[in-house]
Nanobody, 125 residues
């Protein structure tokens, strides 16, 4: 079974940056659309970005547009989420997820079937 692993979370001050990584072992992600989602305490899970299998199409939630950048390196079987200008409201557990399809659906979390366990991002001074 495909198991995704996130890394790169931690504590950062407001205005700072972090880069999250998502990878797996034993499977290639090269044919899968990959999404990043987050869940803050007491809130519903939010889809924040998705990238198509070849990286040509990227979607962002309005809450992160212009601050976060999703990318992928298929040679390294890894998807990244560069997070800049972080705010306290960005504090959440961040998850990556993979779908069987190559293209992202209009709903960022749509079609995602394989999930990681998440990495915690805390934005605080």
């Amino acid at each position: 079974q495909l198991q995704l692993v996130e890394s790169g979370g931690g504590l950062v001050q407001p205005g700072g940056s972090l880069r999250l990584s998502c990878t797996t072992s034993g499977f290639t992600l090269n044919y899968n659309a990959i999404a990043w989602l987050r869940q803050a305490p007491g809130k519903e899970r939010e889809g924040i970005s998705c990238i198509s299998s070849n990286g040509s199409r990227r979607n962002y939630a309005d809450s992160v547009k212009g601050r976060f950048t999703i990318s992928r390196d298929n040679a390294k079987n890894t998807v990244f989420l560069q997070m800049d200008s972080l705010k306290p409201d960005d504090t959440a557990v961040y998850y990556c997820a993979a779908g069987r399809m190559a293209m992202c659906l209009p709903s960022i979390s749509g079609g995602m079937e394989y999930w990681g366990k998440g990495t915690l991002v805390t934005v605080s001074s």
